[in-house]
């Protein structure tokens, strides 16, 4: 005889097994499309919500619902499933405690990374594929469904296909998959080994400057470096999809076992302040920040990206310095720079926290741009103070080893107040202050006070703001970008430039303070341009003096 609470046990076992999973199936399509089937549980649900990811859509950006068609399910008889569409991004399966099948397909018309979709999107082309999961994923939004291990196998079209996962083994959650990297088609494929971990670098493209093998061994320099001073390799393998950019600019995108970095093939990345090579160690180190030493996801994103972006970014520079890739002379170019963008940011000194959590993406890239320029320089301040305080026994470094001692992915993440104490059992010293002031307020940071009281010397310089100086028409300026506009008394105007113009080259630090150089066709002519895009914002700056500042502090291990 079965009793009441050991029946309602069995019930519940019955309408949602324990050991049931998800299953991905990704099929590569010869005509530059995917079909996405995913099989579910039902799990006693009568309906389950699905949902994509967005990217800034108030922007003029990209919204990935766009590439998504055809959504239909079917529950396991065969027979056909409600589906709703309430809103953009959302689409409802009716499924009444079923167990069923959804389908879809997802295409992208566009003819190279920077298509008009834009890079983030499915890139699905002639010859080579390259997928980020959250771009394609309609990912359900039950949490018994989410929390659920999901296999999933990519098969199709193209050959040499290699995702950030194995295959053979289950993804931990459906949230898993949207952090996932896809590469097929036309790549050249070197191996590395770092810290006894194989690393697998794809390579697209044959315009190259530097030869295949230059290029893995740079991707392992940059990595052993990261390796030296956190002590850590923070994923067990590491797929680099490396891929030519022919917009002329340089970017990437990690995710949990992925890097994508795409970029310039005949840019040179060993010139002058080295920006190319400071967006590789940056996208590199997302491996370490956040992916590994991590925030709590359940906060908005807002609340800690000044450390995931801010920190990461000075990092990356650091660590080109640590590795002798970058002189003195350039990080001190950096370290102006960031402090320039910090304040000549509209934001600046009006944003709180709270404007950080609310606003990030919601159209105004003055809280995505400030989270990077401001975080870098908060960084930068910490290790001076670190190393002040301690006398040279302790850096920036010891910090963050702490947090991703304390905060790896197999723990809960950090908030503002976890970090202030971990600060604050570093050094011995409140930093409620600081924390009150400067990180949760609006209070302009102590550049100067921390940078005299570590016997750095600045010069008070004329503040100035990137201004490019005329509009476009593409979300970034790149190679076929057209001029659309040019604002009245700007630089750019008495460069010459004029609305109509088409952008066919550009080499731009996209700097206030680096003379940017154009090459635009106007009727049958080209015609070359430089100018500074910039423009005079009324207040001065700090500005640490070339020549007399030596960082070396900076670049000494523990």
């Not at 100035?464 to 790149?478: I, Q």
């Not at 635009?520 to 700056?541: C, D, F, H, Q």
Request: hydrophobic share 40%; aromatic share 10%.
């Amino acid at each position: 005889m079965v009793g009441p609470l050991a029946l309602l046990v069995l019930l519940a076992s019955l309408a949602f097994p324990v050991q049931s999973e998800i299953h991905y199936q990704v099929i590569l399509n010869k005509n530059k499309t995917l079909d996405f089937i995913g099989s579910y549980p039902g799990g006693g649900l009568q309906e389950v919500l699905f949902q994509i990811a967005t990217d800034n859509p108030p922007e003029g950006g990209r919204d990935f619902k766009d590439n998504v068609e055809a959504v239909r399910a079917k529950d396991a008889d065969g027979r056909f499933l409600k589906v709703h569409h309430p809103v953009p991004r959302e689409w409802v399966v009716v499924n009444k405690g079923r167990d069923f099948t959804l389908k879809y397909r997802v295409r992208c018309g566009k003819d190279f990374l920077r298509g008009k979709c834009d890079t983030g999107d499915p890139t699905l082309l002639k010859d080579w594929a390259l997928l980020l999961g959250w771009t394609y994923h309609l990912n359900p939004k039950e949490d018994k469904l989410q929390e659920l291990p999901v296999l999933a196998r990519v098969s199709g079209f193209y050959p040499n296909t290699t995702t950030s996962w194995d295959q053979s083994k289950p993804l931990g959650s459906t949230d898993h998959f949207d952090k996932t990297l896809v590469i097929a088609g036309d790549f050249r494929f070197q191996k590395i080994t770092i810290a006894g971990r194989a690393v697998t670098v794809a390579i697209q493209g044959t315009r190259w400057t530097l030869p295949q093998a230059d290029i893995a061994t740079l991707l392992e320099r940059i990595l052993k470096a990261h390796v030296q001073w956190t002590g850590l390799f923070p994923v067990s393998h590491l797929l680099i999809a490396w891929v030519e950019d022919a917009s002329g600019l340089g970017a990437g995108t990690a995710v949990r076992q992925g890097v994508l970095i795409h970029m310039d093939p005949e840019a040179e990345l060993f010139k002058e302040e080295r920006p190319r090579l400071a967006t590789i160690a940056h996208e590199l180190f997302h491996l370490w920040n956040p992916q590994y030493m991590h925030p709590d996801w359940s906060l908005p994103e807002g609340h800690a990206k000044w450390v995931s972006e801010g920190f990461t970014t000075y990092y990356a520079v650091m660590t080109l310095y640590r590795e002798g890739l970058l002189e003195n002379r350039y990080v001190l170019h950096w370290l102006n720079r960031w402090v320039r963008e910090y304040l000549s940011n509209p934001a600046a000194l009006t944003a709180t926290i709270r404007d950080f959590e609310e606003k990030l993406y919601l159209g105004d890239r003055r809280y995505e741009t400030l989270s990077y320029s401001k975080g870098a320089v908060v960084a930068w301040l910490w290790d001076l103070e670190i190393r002040r305080l301690s006398k040279d026994k302790h850096s920036l470094d010891d910090l963050m080893k702490q947090l991703m001692r304390l905060y790896s992915p197999e723990k809960s993440g950090y908030d503002n107040t976890k970090l202030q104490k971990v600060l604050e059992g570093l050094t011995r010293t409140s930093w409620e202050d600081f924390f009150r002031e400067h990180i949760l307020g609006t209070k302009e940071l102590p550049i100067a006070k921390i940078g005299h009281g570590s016997g750095l010397r600045f010069e008070e310089t004329d503040l100035t703001d990137f201004d490019l100086g005329f509009r476009h028409d593409t979300p970034e300026l790149g190679v076929q970008s057209r001029i659309m506009a040019v604002l009245p008394g700007s630089n750019a105007e008495r460069a010459g430039l004029k609305a109509g113009d088409r952008v066919v080259d550009i080499d731009m630090a996209f700097d206030s303070e680096r003379k940017a150089s154009l090459t635009v066709t106007r009727g049958n002519k080209n015609i070359e341009v430089s100018y500074y895009p910039a423009r005079l914002l009324g207040r001065t700056v700090p500005q640490l003096v070339e020549g007399k500042v030596n960082l070396a502090r900076l670049a000494k291990f523990k």
